[in-house]
């Protein structure tokens, strides 16, 4: 999988040079595959265009993560969701 990532850094980049604004939040969702997929393909190295932009992990937002008792992903979820949303509109 972290291979798939890193040959998937270019496209990445491109998609995000080719988006038509910054992106103010961009939400990672999956902790045990999306993180790690994540950081292989940025590379640590955030594209220039990402500098202004919150990245924002949370955990995966399907029925086997959001009701697993005692974890608190729903209500995880639901705050982040939230965050980016205010995020999104103080920079409007």
Known sequence: MMGEAKRA?????DFL????ADPAVILVMGKSVAWPAWHA????RLPRRLR???IVFIPHPGPLSINQPGKGHREE?????AHAAEVCRSRR
């Open 77 to 81: 979820i639901r705050r982040q969701f």
């Open 41 to 44: 393909a940025i590379g640590g």
């Open 52 to 54: 202004d932009t919150e």
């Open 17 to 20: 040079e080719n988006l038509p």
């Open 9 to 13: 850094r270019p496209f990445l980049v």
